[in-house]
C-alpha cells in the first residue's frame, strides 16, 4: 500500500512539492483554503524580473499534476493530529490520514491599514502592491478611484519591513525588486507619467534583479532615499507624502495621484494554530522554525513534519520551488526509512 | 607592508628601456627653473656612464601645456611631437629620451593613439610633410629620463662616492617620493612599476641605501594640474593638493622628497615656501621644510659632484641639513657663485622658512 | 603673513583621527538607541520644527557620530520636543530622550 | 501615694521621656512659625482671612478624619487603614484618656506630662480607686487596641500583600532606627504595666493576667525599674527621632491640612509650601504601588515618596526627576493629599535646555481661517483616521468648520512643559496663541489631549476650548447629530491628560454610551492607566512602553470588549504598536460608525480593520 503524504496550502510550494511526490509515488492529499490553486502568485499579473505572466507559471505548475492528488479546494485545515506514528488531518470536518505532512500554508500580505498615517484604506489613492497587480491584470494599468490615469505614482517600500512599530523587524527581500518592476510597468502602461520610488536601501539580491534596477532608471523612474512618514489626503484624492531626501538632507513634500504601498510579507495567523498542534514553535519573526537554517532547511522540530515555501519567511517563487524539490526528497527519505 | 606584493606588481610592470644612444629632449620647466639638473644628466650619461646621447637646438616644446589647456588642437599636437620625431631621426637616432613627465604623458598617448588609430598617424604625417616637408618614423624606443636613471641605479651606485644614510645616526635616510601624474597614472604599462606602486623613484632609493616612506597621499597630484596653477585666483586648488601631501608625509619625519616630474619638483619645493608665508607652518621640525630632489640631483650627489655644480642652489627649501646628513663636503661661500666664479647676488630671504645663506 | 592672492582651501572631509567622538561615547552610552538608526529619515519628515527650518533629526545624529558636535548642538535647539518623529521611527529610537542628552551636553559646555 | 499631696511626684527614669517631648515641642513649635514667617505676604493674608472663617472647624474636621482615622488610607484597603488608624487614633485615645484619668484621680490638679503617660508607676493600685477599674479597663482596651496596630505594622515588613501593598517603601537608617523606637514603645508600656499590675495585683484584664501569668514563673520585681526606664527611653527616642525621620509627618500634616483650607497651593516654583509638603510624606509607599513604571517595568526607586525625601534632604538625581510618566496616578491616590505632580514639574525646572530664543525661525506662519477651528495638533496628523472621521461628523452636523492646522502646526508647547522646559514652552505658546487669534475662530476643538491641556491651562484664550469628544456631545445634545445604538461593548481609555489632566471623564462615556455598551474597567476615570506613550518621561526605551501599554491594555480589554475606545492620537499609536490582536479606535470613528443616515459612508479605519481581517479568515 503506497503511503500518503498531506500538504497544507495549494501555492507555489504546495504545488510543486505535490508533483514531486507524486513523482515518487506517493498518494497526496493537497488542501487550499481558497476556491483556486496558485496562492499569492496566483493573484499576481507579472512576475520578476523577466516580467513573464503569473498564470504561466502556475498553469504549468497545475498541468504536471495527475491524478494521484487528491486535490481540496476551499479546505481550511482546522486541525492535525498525531495518531499511532502517523497523522490526521482535519479539514471541513473530515479527517484523513497522512504518514507525513508539508507545511507549504505560506505568507500574508502585510495589513497595510496598520501603518496607519499611511492613509490605506482612509485615502482613496493609496493602494497596496497586490491591488496594483490586480489592477495591472484587469486593466493592463493603475486607475484612481475615478476612473482617471494616474499622472504622478509614488512606490513607498518597506510597509511592514524593517519597522519595530509594526513588529516586523526583517526585511521581507522581495518588495524591493517588486517596487522595480511595478514602476517600470507603471512607466510603460502610462507613459506621460512620473513614478517616484521612496526606498531606504534596494536589496537587488537575485540574477537579473540588478539589470532591472537599470532598466527603471533608464526608462525614467526617480529613486528617493528617505522612509514615507504621514501622507494626507488633498483636492481630487490626491495624496500629500512627506519624506526627507536623505541625500539631500532636506525633508520634502510631494503630491501624487496614487501611493502604492510595497507591503510586506507577514506570517499567516492560521499557521500558527497548526504549529501548536504539531508543537512547533514559530522563529522570532513569527514564521516556521525550520531545524537548521543551513542544513535542514525544509526539516521542522517535529518528526515527520516538512516545510516549504515562504511560510518559513520571505521567499520568491525559485526559492519555494528549490525548497519544494528539497521538501518532497526529504519526505521520501522519512517514509522510505520507517 | 607586504614588501612581496609590491614586488609582485613591480614585476608585473617591467619596462624596455634602451641600453645607449639616447636622443635627449629637454623639458620647459626643467631647463628654466632646474638647468644643473640637466646638465648633470647628460654629464652623468656621457662621464659617468660612458653613453652616447645627443639633443637638437632645433627641437621645441611637446605643446602639452597648450594641450591640457585646450588652447593647443590635438592635430597640432600631433603634428609638432612629429616633428620633433623627423629630428631625431634627422640625427640617426632611435630611442627617444624626454626630460619631462607632461612630454613623456604626451609622446605616450600619441603613440598609443596611432597605434589604435593609424588614420591618425597618416594624417599626421600628411601635415608634417604639408608644413615642413619632412618625414618621420615612430621610436623604436620611449624612455623618461628617470627610467634611464632607473635602468643604471646599480652602475651608478657601484661608482657611487656617497650612500643615502644618515653619516650621524647610521640610519638609512627616509625618503618620499612623488611621481608626476603623466608619467604611470595614464598608461600603466608605459611606468616602471605601475602606477600604483610605482617602483622608479623608489628603485632608485632602495639601490642607494634609503628607505622609501610610503605615506598614504603618495599617489595624490602634486597641484600643479595646468589649469588650477596657470589662473591665479584658482591657485588656491593647487596649493591646496600640495599642502594635503605635506600634511600626510609631516608625520612621517622624511629627510627629502624625491620627484621625476620637473613641474612637480618645483610645487613641492615652491609651495611650501608659499605656506611658509602665508600660513607659517613649516613641515619639518626645524622650520627648514623638506628638501625637495630631482633624480637626477640625487644622482649627481650620490656621484660626488658638486651641490652648486648640480644647481641646488635654485631650490627655495635649502638642501644644506640633508647635506650634512650625506656627510657631503661642500663650501658654503659658493652656493651664490656663478660657474666662472661670479657673484650672483642673494635672493631675498623668506619670513617663515628658514634661509642659508 | 603674505597675501599672494589665494588661499588654501578649507578642508572638507571628515578626519575620524581626529574627530571629537566623546559627544556620540556619552550619548549611545546613556540611551543605547542612538546606535539603531537606519537613516531612513522618516523622523525628518514628520518634523514639526523640520517644516519651518532645515533641522533633520538624522542629520543632527549622524553629525554627532562624526564629531561635529557644535553644529549638532546647535541644531538641536530648533527641536520643540513635540514627540512625533519617535511615532515614526522604525527603528525605536529614542528621539526626545536624544535631544535632551545633546541639549544637556550644550549645558555642560 | 498621696493623690491629695501638693508635692508633685518623680522619679528619675520619667527624663528620657520628658527631655524628649520638650524638645520635639520647641522644635514643631519653632518650626512652624518659621514655615508661616516664610510665607508671601499673599499667602498670609490668606492663612489670616482663612483662620477666622469657617474654613477652620472644617480643617479641624479634616484632621481628624485624616490624620487620625485615615479615611483615605481605609479607602485603598481596610485592614491598611485600620493599622494606620489603631496607631494614631489609638495613640491619641491613649493620651486623652491618660490625661483625663489622671485629671480624675488628682482631683483636676494641672500634672507635668509625664504623670498621665506613667500614672500605673506612681499610682500602682488603681482598681481600689472609684472607677478606678472603668479607667484600668478603657486604658487596657486602648492598649490593645495599639498593639493590633502595631502587630500589624510587625506583619506588614514581611508581607505587605494583604495590606493592598505590593511594594513597600525603602527606608533609610535613621528611619529604622525611629522605627525601632516606636515599634518598642507599646510593648514596653505593655510589659512595664503587666510587671506592674502583677506585683501589686492591679491593672486592668490584660496587664493584671499578664503580669500575674508572668510571676508565676519569672522573678518580675527584678524588671520594675528596667521595664518603666525602657519604655520612657523608648518614647524619649522617638520624639528626638522625630524631626530627622519620616515621623515629622505626624505633626506637619496637621499644619498642611490647615494650609490646604485656607487655600495655599503649590506655586510655578519650590515655595515655603512645598517645604510643609516635603515633611508631611510619611513615606507610606502608596505612591509606589500607584506607579506603572513600578508594577510595570520594576523600577521601584524613583517614585514619588523617593523624590520628596530627596528634595528634603539632599539633591535629587537626573534619574529621579525624570522618571515618571506624568500620569498624576499617584497624585489622585496620595493620603496625605501631597500636590506631587507640581514638585516634580518644579523640580524638572531647575536644568534649562533651550535658549531664549530658540523659536524664532517660526515666522510669517499662518492656520486657515475658521468659524468652527478644528487642531489636529502634531500627532494628530499621525493619525488620519481621527481627523477624518471627527470631521466627516462636523459635516454630517452642518458646522462650519475649518482644519486650521491642516498643513502642519507649531508644537503646542506641552511636550516642553511635561519635560521641564518652561521657557521654551512658553514661546512655542505665545507664538502659537497669536496663530490662533488670527485665524478668527469662535470655537477651538482639538482632538488632541495633550494640546487640549496646555490650550486649557496656559494659553487664556477668549474662545471655548473643547476636546473632540466634548463637541461631539454638545452636537449629539443639540441634536445635529443623531447614533445608532448598537451591540457594541465597548471599554473607554481615559487618556492622563484628559482625565486626571482636565477632569473631562464623563463626556467620552456619554457619547460612547450612545454607540454601544459601554464597559468600565477595573481602573478607570481617575484611577485609569496609562497606555505608555506618556511624553512626560524620555527615559525608558520602546520596549518598555510596549510592556507597559501591553499590560494597561490586556486590562482594558480584559471584559471582553469588542473594541478599546481610546481619545487621544498618542494612546491609539502606543496600544497599537504593542497589539494586533486588540482592536483600538478613537472616540470619533467609533461614533462615525454609529452616525445615522449614513448614507455616503466614509469607511473608517475601524470597520477596515474588520473586513481585512475577513478576507484574511
Excluded at chain 2, 298 to 317: E, K, N, R, S, T
Excluded at chain 4, 42 to 71: C, N, Y
Excluded at chain 4, 498 to 509: A, F, K
Aim: glycine share 8%.
Amino acid at each position: 500500500m503506497s503511503k500518503t503524504v498531506a500538504i497544507i496550502g495549494g501555492g507555489i510550494a504546495g504545488l510543486e512539492t505535490s508533483i514531486q511526490l507524486e513523482k515518487l509515488g506517493y498518494d497526496v492529499t493537497l488542501y487550499e483554503k481558497d476556491k483556486a490553486l496558485g496562492g499569492h502568485a496566483g493573484k499576481w499579473d507579472r512576475l520578476f524580473p523577466n516580467r513573464r505572466h503569473a498564470t504561466e507559471v502556475i498553469d504549468s505548475l497545475t498541468s504536471r499534476i495527475k491524478d494521484k492528488v487528491q486535490i481540496n479546494l476551499a479546505a481550511t485545515v482546522n486541525q492535525i493530529k498525531r495518531e499511532n506514528g502517523s497523522f490526521l488531518v482535519e479539514a471541513n470536518g473530515k479527517s484523513q490520514k497522512a504518514d507525513a505532512i508539508v507545511l507549504t500554508t505560506g505568507f500574508e500580505l502585510f495589513p497595510a491599514n496598520k501603518k496607519e498615517e499611511y492613509g490605506y484604506g482612509i485615502f482613496e489613492n493609496v493602494i497596496t502592491s497586490a491591488e496594483l497587480e490586480s489592477m495591472f491584470s484587469s486593466n493592463g494599468k493603475p486607475l484612481m478611484t475615478n476612473g482617471n490615469n494616474p499622472a504622478k505614482v509614488a512606490f513607498i517600500h518597506c510597509v511592514g519591513s524593517r519597522d519595530e512599530k509594526v513588529n516586523r523587524p526583517y526585511c521581507s527581500k522581495v518588495c524591493c525588486v517588486t517596487a522595480v518592476k511595478q514602476a517600470i510597468e507603471v512607466k510603460e502602461a502610462i507613459p506621460t507619467s512620473d513614478v517616484y520610488c521612496f526606498y531606504m536601501d534596494l536589496r537587488m539580491f537575485g540574477p537579473g534583479y540588478e539589470d532591472l534596477y537599470k532598466e527603471a532608471q533608464v526608462k525614467g523612474v526617480n529613486f528617493i532615499r528617505g522612509r514615507l512618514s504621514e501622507t494626507s489626503e488633498m483636492e481630487g484624492g490626491r495624496v500629500l507624502i512627506k519624506a526627507e531626501d536623505t541625500l539631500s538632507s532636506k525633508p520634502l513634500k510631494m503630491t501624487v495621484d496614487m501611493v502604492v504601498l510595497m507591503v510586506g510579507m507577514s506570517p499567516l495567523p492560521s499557521t500558527e494554530k497548526l504549529l501548536k498542534d504539531l508543537e512547533i514553535t514559530p522563529n522570532n519573526d513569527g514564521f516556521v522554525q525550520v531545524k537548521d537554517y543551513h542544513l535542514e532547511p525544509t526539516h521542522t522540530e517535529a518528526d515527520g513534519v516538512f516545510v516549504a515555501g515562504a511560510c518559513t519567511g520571505p521567499n520568491n517563487i525559485t526559492d519555494s520551488v528549490n525548497a519544494a524539490h528539497t521538501a518532497a526528497l526529504e519526505v521520501h527519505k522519512y517514509l522510505t526509512s520507517e | 607592508m607586504k614588501v612581496e606584493g609590491k614586488r609582485k606588481i613591480w614585476s608585473d610592470y617591467q619596462k624596455d628601456i634602451a641600453y645607449d644612444r639616447f636622443y635627449y629632449v629637454r623639458s620647459c620647466i626643467r631647463q628654466t627653473v632646474w638647468p644643473g639638473a640637466e646638465n648633470i644628466y647628460l654629464r652623468i650619461l656621457r662621464e659617468v656612464l660612458g653613453k652616447e646621447v645627443i639633443e637638437s637646438e632645433h627641437h621645441t616644446t611637446c605643446t602639452g601645456i597648450g594641450y591640457h589647456t585646450e588652447v593647443v588642437p590635438f592635430e597640432t599636437l600631433q603634428t609638432v611631437v612629429a616633428r620633433n620625431f623627423a629630428l631625431m631621426q634627422d640625427a640617426g637616432f632611435e630611442n627617444y629620451n624626454p626630460s619631462c613627465v607632461t612630454s613623456f604623458g604626451i609622446y605616450t598617448e600619441i603613440l598609443d593613439t596611432w597605434h589604435h588609430f593609424p588614420e591618425e598617424k597618416q594624417k599626421t604625417r600628411d601635415y608634417l610633410k604639408k608644413a615642413t616637408g619632412r618625414e618621420f618614423e615612430e621610436p623604436k624606443n620611449l624612455a623618461h629620463t628617470s627610467d634611464v636613471i632607473y635602468k643604471f641605479r646599480n652602475e651608478i651606485s657601484e661608482k657611487s662616492k656617497y650612500t643615502l644614510i644618515n653619516k650621524v645616526t647610521g640610519e638609512p635616510l627616509k625618503v618620499v617620493d612623488h611621481i608626476g601624474c603623466h608619467y604611470a597614472k595614464m598608461f600603466p604599462a608605459k611606468g616602471v612599476g605601475g602606477a600604483e606602486y610605482p617602483h622608479v623613484l623608489a628603485g632608485l632609493v632602495e639601490a642607494w641605501g634609503g628607505e622609501v616612506i610610503d605615506y598614504p597621499e603618495r599617489r595624490h597630484c602634486c597641484g600643479f594640474g595646468f589649469r588650477q596653477y596657470l589662473v591665479q585666483a584658482n591657485r588656491g586648488y593647487s596649493i591646496s593638493a600640495s599642502k594635503k601631501k605635506f600634511e600626510s608625509m609631516e608625520s612621517f619625519k622624511p629627510d627629502f622628497i624625491l620627484t621625476n616630474c620637473p613641474g612637480c619638483n618645483f610645487f613641492m619645493d615652491r609651495w611650501q615656501y608659499a605656506l611658509a608665508e602665508m600660513e607659517g607652518k613649516t613641515y619639518d621640525e626645524n622650520g627648514n621644510g623638506i628638501p625637495v630632489l630631482t633624480y637626477e640631483e640625487l644622482a649627481g650627489l650620490v656621484l660626488g659632484f658638486d651641490p652648486w655644480v648640480i644647481g641646488l642652489q635654485m631650490h627655495q627649501v635649502d638642501v644644506e641639513p640633508l647635506l650634512v646628513k650625506m656627510g657631503i663636503d661642500y663650501d658654503p661661500n659658493q652656493k651664490f657663485k656663478g660657474i666662472n666664479g661670479k657673484d650672483l647676488g642673494l635672493p631675498e630671504s623668506p619670513n617663515n622658512l628658514n634661509f642659508i645663506k | 603673513m603674505v597675501n599672494f592672492g589665494y588661499t588654501t582651501l578649507p578642508t572638507h572631509i571628515h578626519d575620524m583621527d581626529k574627530a571629537d567622538l566623546g559627544l556620540a561615547d556619552s550619548i549611545s552610552f546613556e540611551d543605547s538607541s542612538f546606535n539603531l538608526c537606519i537613516a531612513c529619515g522618516s523622523c525628518t519628515s514628520t518634523c514639526t520644527a523640520g517644516a519651518f527650518t532645515n533641522f533633520s533629526f538624522r542629520q543632527m545624529c549622524h553629525q554627532i557620530k562624526r564629531g561635529e558636535n557644535s553644529q549638532a548642538i546647535a541644531e538641536s535647539e530648533k527641536c520643540m520636543l513635540c514627540g512625533k518623529c519617535t511615532l515614526a521611527c522604525p527603528r525605536n529610537v529614542n528621539t526626545r530622550n536624544i535631544i535632551r542628552l545633546v541639549r544637556k551636553a550644550n549645558q555642560t559646555i | 501615694m498621696n493623690l491629695h499631696a501638693v508635692q508633685i511626684p518623680f522619679h528619675p527614669f520619667v527624663l528620657p521621656f520628658t527631655i524628649g517631648l520638650i524638645f520635639l515641642v520647641f522644635y514643631i513649635v519653632g518650626k512652624w512659625i518659621y514655615w508661616v514667617s516664610q510665607f508671601s505676604w499673599e499667602d498670609k493674608k490668606k492663612i489670616i482671612r482663612g483662620f477666622f472663617s469657617l474654613k477652620t472647624p472644617q480643617a479641624i474636621w479634616e484632621v481628624f478624619m485624616e490624620s487620625l482615622l485615615h479615611r483615605k488610607v481605609f479607602r485603598r484597603n481596610a485592614l491598611l487603614g485600620y493599622m494606620h488608624m489603631s496607631l494614631a487614633f489609638g495613640w491619641f485615645l491613649l493620651i486623652v484618656f491618660g490625661n483625663l484619668e489622671t485629671r480624675f484621680f488628682t482631683h483636676g490638679r494641672i500634672n507635668p506630662p509625664y504623670i498621665p503617660i506613667f500614672f500605673e508607676f506612681f499610682e500602682h493600685d488603681l482598681t481600689s480607686l472609684d472607677y478606678g477599674r472603668f479607667f484600668t479597663f478603657t486604658m487596657d482596651l486602648l492598649l490593645l487596641f495599639v498593639l493590633s496596630g502595631v502587630g500589624l505594622a510587625y506583619f506588614k515588613r514581611f508581607r505587605s500583600k494583604p495590606l493592598g501593598m505590593k511594594n513597600t517603601t525603602k527606608h533609610s537608617t535613621i528611619d529604622r532606627l525611629a522605627l525601632t523606637a516606636l515599634w518598642l514603645i507599646f510593648p514596653l508600656r505593655l510589659l512595664a504595666e503587666s510587671v506592674t499590675a502583677g506585683l501589686y495585683d492591679a491593672g486592668g484584664f490584660i496587664t493584671n493576667s499578664i503580669g500575674t501569668f508572668m510571676m508565676t514563673f519569672l522573678p518580675i520585681q527584678h524588671f520594675y525599674y528596667p521595664s518603666w526606664w525602657a519604655y520612657s527611653i523608648a518614647l524619649g527616642a522617638f520624639f528626638v527621632f522625630i524631626p530627622f525621620t519620616r515621623y515629622m509627618h505626624i505633626p506637619t500634616e496637621i499644619l498642611l491640612i490647615f494650609l490646604r483650607k485656607y487655600g495655599i497651593v503649590e506655586k510655578a516654583i519650590h515655595s515655603t509650601y512645598t517645604q510643609v509638603e516635603l515633611s508631611s510624606c510619611s513615606r507610606c509607599g502608596i505612591c509606589i504601588d500607584a506607579c506603572q513604571l513600578g508594577s510595570d517595568l520594576g523600577i521601584v526607586s524613583t517614585q514619588s515618596t523617593y523624590l520628596i525625601k530627596s528634595i528634603r534632604y539632599d539633591q535629587p538625581t537626573e534619574k529621579l526627576i525624570d522618571s515618571c510618566m506624568a500620569c498624576t496616578r499617584c497624585d489622585q491616590l496620595c493620603p496625605v493629599g501631597i500636590d506631587i505632580a507640581s514638585i516634580r514639574a518644579n523640580e524638572r525646572k531647575m536644568i534649562q535646555l533651550f535658549q531664549e530664543n530658540s523659536y524664532k525661525y517660526i515666522n510669517g506662519y499662518e492656520y486657515k481661517k475658521a468659524k468652527v477651528a478644528y487642531f489636529a495638533g502634531c500627532m494628530g496628523h499621525l493619525t488620519p483616521s481621527v481627523y477624518k472621521a471627527t470631521l466627516a461628523l462636523f459635516k454630517k452636523a452642518g458646522v462650519d468648520y475649518n482644519f486650521i492646522d491642516r498643513d502642519g502646526s507649531i508644537c503646542c508647547g506641552r511636550p516642553l512643559q511635561l519635560a521641564g522646559q518652561e521657557d521654551a514652552a512658553k514661546q512655542l505658546i505665545e507664538k502659537n496663541i497669536k496663530l490662533i487669534e488670527n485665524c478668527g475662530a469662535t470655537v477651538l476643538v482639538t482632538s488632541c489631549p495633550i494640546c487640549a491641556k496646555v490650550f486649557t491651562d496656559s494659553y487664556k484664550l477668549k474662545i471655548p476650548i473643547y476636546h473632540h469628544s466634548q463637541y461631539l456631545l454638545m452636537l449629539a445634545k443639540e441634536k445635529k447629530l443623531k447614533f445608532e445604538k448598537s451591540d457594541l461593548q465597548i471599554t473607554y481609555h481615559d487618556p492622563c491628560e484628559l482625565g486626571r489632566g482636565l477632569g473631562v471623564y464623563d463626556e467620552p462615556r456619554e457619547l460612547l454610551g450612545m454607540a454601544g455598551k459601554l464597559i468600565e474597567s477595573a481602573n478607570s476615570r481617575e484611577n485609569s492607566l496609562c497606555c505608555g506613550g506618556s511624553l512626560g518621561i524620555t527615559n525608558i526605551s520602546h520596549e518598555q512602553r510596549n510592556t507597559i501599554a501591553s499590560i494597561t491594555l490586556s486590562e482594558l480589554a480584559a471584559d471582553k470588549a469588542d473594541v478599546v475606545a481610546t481619545a487621544c492620537p498618542l494612546c491609539k499609536k502606543t496600544f497599537k504598536s504593542a497589539s494586533e490582536n486588540v482592536r483600538i479606535a478613537d472616540i470619533s470613528e467609533i461614533m462615525l460608525d454609529a452616525v445615522q443616515e449614513n448614507a455616503n459612508k466614509i469607511q473608517s479605519e475601524f470597520v477596515q480593520e474588520k473586513e481585512i481581517e475577513t478576507i484574511h479568515n
